[in-house]
T-cell receptor
Framework: EAQVTQNPRYLITVTGKKLTVTCSQN?????MSWYRQDPGLGLRQIYY???????DKGDVPEGYKVSRKEKRNFPLILESPSPNQTSLYFC????????????FGPGTRLTVT | GEDVEQSLFLSVREGDSSVINCTYT??????LYWYKQEPGAGLQLLTY?????DMKQDQRLTVLLNKKDKHLSLRIADTQTGDSAIYFC??????????FGAGTRLTVKP
Protein backbone atom coordinates (compact mmCIF):
# COMPACT_ATOMS: atom_id res chain seq x y z
CA GLU A 1 0.00 0.00 0.00
CA ALA A 2 1.30 3.42 -1.01
CA GLN A 3 1.71 5.53 2.09
CA VAL A 4 3.60 8.09 4.10
CA THR A 5 4.34 6.99 7.65
CA GLN A 6 5.42 9.10 10.60
CA ASN A 7 6.73 8.07 14.00
CA PRO A 8 5.89 8.67 16.70
CA ARG A 9 2.25 9.65 16.31
CA TYR A 10 2.18 11.28 19.73
CA LEU A 11 5.04 12.61 21.82
CA ILE A 12 5.25 14.55 25.06
CA THR A 13 8.70 15.82 25.91
CA VAL A 14 10.48 18.46 27.96
CA THR A 15 12.21 21.64 26.91
CA GLY A 16 15.71 21.09 25.57
CA LYS A 17 15.58 17.33 25.07
CA LYS A 18 16.57 16.55 21.49
CA LEU A 19 14.04 14.59 19.47
CA THR A 20 13.58 13.24 15.97
CA VAL A 21 10.31 12.63 14.15
CA THR A 22 10.75 10.15 11.34
CA CYS A 23 8.99 10.23 7.99
CA SER A 24 9.13 7.51 5.40
CA GLN A 25 7.41 7.03 2.04
CA ASN A 26 7.27 3.94 -0.16
CA UNK A 27 6.29 5.62 -3.43
CA UNK A 28 9.76 6.53 -4.69
CA UNK A 29 8.85 10.22 -4.46
CA UNK A 30 11.58 12.77 -5.00
CA UNK A 31 9.89 15.62 -3.16
CA MET A 32 9.27 15.56 0.59
CA SER A 33 8.16 18.27 2.97
CA TRP A 34 7.41 19.00 6.62
CA TYR A 35 4.57 21.20 7.86
CA ARG A 36 3.28 22.25 11.22
CA GLN A 37 -0.40 22.87 11.82
CA ASP A 38 -1.54 25.29 14.48
CA PRO A 39 -5.10 26.45 15.26
CA GLY A 40 -6.10 29.47 13.23
CA LEU A 41 -2.86 29.39 11.23
CA GLY A 42 -3.37 26.44 8.93
CA LEU A 43 -0.30 24.59 7.75
CA ARG A 44 3.06 26.26 7.54
CA GLN A 45 5.95 24.72 5.69
CA ILE A 46 9.07 24.07 7.75
CA TYR A 47 11.49 22.47 5.29
CA TYR A 48 11.28 20.68 1.99
CA UNK A 49 13.54 18.47 -0.07
CA UNK A 50 13.65 18.16 -3.83
CA UNK A 51 15.78 15.02 -3.76
CA UNK A 52 18.49 13.20 -1.84
CA UNK A 53 20.93 15.64 -0.20
CA UNK A 54 18.87 18.64 -1.41
CA UNK A 55 16.93 20.52 1.26
CA ASP A 56 15.51 24.04 1.51
CA LYS A 57 13.89 26.19 4.14
CA GLY A 58 10.18 26.78 4.10
CA ASP A 59 8.37 29.59 5.90
CA VAL A 60 9.14 28.59 9.52
CA PRO A 61 12.47 26.72 9.66
CA GLU A 62 13.80 28.21 12.92
CA GLY A 63 14.45 25.58 15.58
CA TYR A 64 14.29 22.65 13.15
CA LYS A 65 16.73 20.63 11.11
CA VAL A 66 16.18 18.02 8.44
CA SER A 67 18.27 15.57 6.47
CA ARG A 68 17.71 13.60 3.31
CA LYS A 69 20.31 10.86 3.11
CA GLU A 70 17.97 8.39 1.47
CA LYS A 71 15.13 8.98 -0.94
CA ARG A 72 12.49 7.36 1.23
CA ASN A 73 13.28 9.06 4.56
CA PHE A 74 13.06 12.67 5.65
CA PRO A 75 13.48 13.02 9.43
CA LEU A 76 12.64 16.22 11.29
CA ILE A 77 15.04 17.04 14.10
CA LEU A 78 14.40 19.35 17.01
CA GLU A 79 17.80 19.87 18.66
CA SER A 80 16.46 21.82 21.64
CA PRO A 81 12.66 21.79 21.64
CA SER A 82 10.77 24.68 23.18
CA PRO A 83 7.09 25.00 24.18
CA ASN A 84 6.34 27.11 21.09
CA GLN A 85 7.11 24.03 19.02
CA THR A 86 4.10 22.27 20.49
CA SER A 87 2.09 21.53 17.37
CA LEU A 88 0.74 18.95 14.97
CA TYR A 89 3.36 18.00 12.38
CA PHE A 90 2.72 16.57 8.95
CA CYS A 91 5.12 15.04 6.50
CA UNK A 92 4.20 14.97 2.81
CA UNK A 93 5.71 13.60 -0.40
CA UNK A 94 5.12 13.70 -4.12
CA UNK A 95 6.76 13.08 -7.44
CA UNK A 96 8.82 16.06 -8.41
CA UNK A 97 6.85 16.61 -11.60
CA UNK A 98 3.46 16.47 -9.90
CA UNK A 99 4.24 18.26 -6.68
CA UNK A 100 0.64 19.38 -6.40
CA UNK A 101 -0.35 15.78 -5.72
CA UNK A 102 1.19 15.61 -2.30
CA UNK A 103 0.46 12.61 -0.10
CA PHE A 104 0.31 13.45 3.59
CA GLY A 105 1.27 11.33 6.54
CA PRO A 106 -1.13 10.85 9.48
CA GLY A 107 0.49 13.53 11.62
CA THR A 108 2.58 13.66 14.80
CA ARG A 109 1.18 15.52 17.76
CA LEU A 110 4.08 16.96 19.76
CA THR A 111 3.78 18.58 23.17
CA VAL A 112 6.81 20.30 24.69
CA THR A 113 6.47 21.17 28.38
CA GLY B 1 4.86 37.51 3.87
CA GLU B 2 2.27 36.41 1.39
CA ASP B 3 -1.10 35.41 2.86
CA VAL B 4 -3.88 33.01 2.11
CA GLU B 5 -7.14 33.79 3.86
CA GLN B 6 -10.36 31.90 4.27
CA SER B 7 -13.31 32.12 6.59
CA LEU B 8 -13.07 29.71 9.50
CA PHE B 9 -16.56 28.21 9.57
CA LEU B 10 -19.36 27.27 7.17
CA SER B 11 -22.57 25.43 7.99
CA VAL B 12 -24.97 24.06 5.37
CA ARG B 13 -27.91 21.69 5.19
CA GLU B 14 -27.51 18.28 3.59
CA GLY B 15 -28.35 18.47 -0.11
CA ASP B 16 -27.52 22.17 -0.40
CA SER B 17 -24.47 23.52 -2.20
CA SER B 18 -21.47 24.66 -0.18
CA VAL B 19 -19.20 27.43 -1.35
CA ILE B 20 -15.88 27.91 0.40
CA ASN B 21 -13.98 31.05 -0.47
CA CYS B 22 -10.30 31.88 -0.37
CA THR B 23 -8.26 34.96 -1.17
CA TYR B 24 -4.53 35.16 -1.67
CA THR B 25 -2.11 38.02 -2.02
CA UNK B 26 0.72 36.66 -4.16
CA UNK B 27 0.05 37.74 -7.72
CA UNK B 28 2.68 35.30 -8.97
CA UNK B 29 0.85 32.27 -7.60
CA UNK B 30 0.88 29.64 -10.27
CA UNK B 31 -0.78 26.67 -8.60
CA LEU B 32 -3.85 26.77 -6.36
CA TYR B 33 -5.15 23.80 -4.41
CA TRP B 34 -7.97 22.60 -2.24
CA TYR B 35 -7.26 20.02 0.44
CA LYS B 36 -9.66 18.21 2.76
CA GLN B 37 -8.79 17.16 6.30
CA GLU B 38 -11.04 14.76 8.16
CA PRO B 39 -10.78 14.46 11.96
CA GLY B 40 -7.53 12.84 13.09
CA ALA B 41 -6.22 12.48 9.55
CA GLY B 42 -3.71 14.13 7.28
CA LEU B 43 -4.63 16.32 4.34
CA GLN B 44 -6.04 14.85 1.18
CA LEU B 45 -5.74 16.69 -2.12
CA LEU B 46 -9.20 17.34 -3.50
CA THR B 47 -8.42 19.30 -6.60
CA TYR B 48 -6.07 21.89 -7.99
CA UNK B 49 -6.12 24.55 -10.66
CA UNK B 50 -3.40 26.30 -12.61
CA UNK B 51 -3.44 30.08 -12.70
CA UNK B 52 -4.11 30.13 -16.44
CA UNK B 53 -7.49 28.45 -15.87
CA ASP B 54 -10.76 30.06 -14.76
CA MET B 55 -12.69 27.00 -13.78
CA LYS B 56 -12.25 23.32 -13.15
CA GLN B 57 -15.02 20.81 -12.55
CA ASP B 58 -14.62 17.37 -11.08
CA GLN B 59 -17.85 15.52 -10.28
CA ARG B 60 -19.49 17.42 -7.40
CA LEU B 61 -16.59 19.86 -7.08
CA THR B 62 -16.27 23.10 -9.01
CA VAL B 63 -13.28 25.39 -8.58
CA LEU B 64 -13.54 28.98 -9.75
CA LEU B 65 -10.52 31.25 -10.03
CA ASN B 66 -10.68 35.02 -10.41
CA LYS B 67 -7.06 35.87 -10.94
CA LYS B 68 -7.67 39.60 -11.13
CA ASP B 69 -9.23 39.62 -7.65
CA LYS B 70 -6.98 36.79 -6.39
CA HIS B 71 -10.06 34.89 -5.31
CA LEU B 72 -10.52 31.14 -5.37
CA SER B 73 -13.68 29.25 -4.49
CA LEU B 74 -14.66 25.64 -4.05
CA ARG B 75 -18.26 24.68 -4.64
CA ILE B 76 -19.52 21.32 -3.44
CA ALA B 77 -22.83 20.35 -5.02
CA ASP B 78 -25.37 18.24 -3.13
CA THR B 79 -23.35 18.42 0.09
CA GLN B 80 -23.44 15.26 2.19
CA THR B 81 -22.69 14.64 5.87
CA GLY B 82 -19.51 12.88 4.74
CA ASP B 83 -18.30 16.20 3.37
CA SER B 84 -18.01 17.57 6.90
CA ALA B 85 -14.32 18.33 7.33
CA ILE B 86 -11.81 21.17 7.29
CA TYR B 87 -11.02 22.48 3.83
CA PHE B 88 -7.70 24.17 3.15
CA CYS B 89 -6.91 26.48 0.32
CA UNK B 90 -3.23 26.60 -0.67
CA UNK B 91 -1.11 28.34 -3.26
CA UNK B 92 2.33 27.92 -4.68
CA UNK B 93 4.47 30.05 -6.90
CA UNK B 94 6.89 27.51 -8.23
CA UNK B 95 5.42 24.29 -6.87
CA UNK B 96 8.26 23.98 -4.39
CA UNK B 97 6.98 25.88 -1.39
CA UNK B 98 3.32 26.06 -0.47
CA UNK B 99 1.28 28.45 1.64
CA PHE B 100 -1.93 27.32 3.25
CA GLY B 101 -4.92 29.16 4.59
CA ALA B 102 -6.11 28.55 8.14
CA GLY B 103 -8.82 26.16 6.93
CA THR B 104 -12.63 26.36 6.75
CA ARG B 105 -14.53 23.96 8.97
CA LEU B 106 -17.55 22.77 7.01
CA THR B 107 -20.43 21.38 9.05
CA VAL B 108 -23.22 19.62 7.20
CA LYS B 109 -26.50 19.38 9.09
CA PRO B 110 -29.00 16.62 8.25
Amino acid sequence: EAQVTQNPRYLITVTGKKLTVTCSQNMNHEYMSWYRQDPGLGLRQIYYSMNVEVTDKGDVPEGYKVSRKEKRNFPLILESPSPNQTSLYFCASSFRREKYEQYFGPGTRLTVT
Amino acid sequence: GEDVEQSLFLSVREGDSSVINCTYTDSSSTYLYWYKQEPGAGLQLLTYIFSNMDMKQDQRLTVLLNKKDKHLSLRIADTQTGDSAIYFCAESRNNNDMRFGAGTRLTVKP
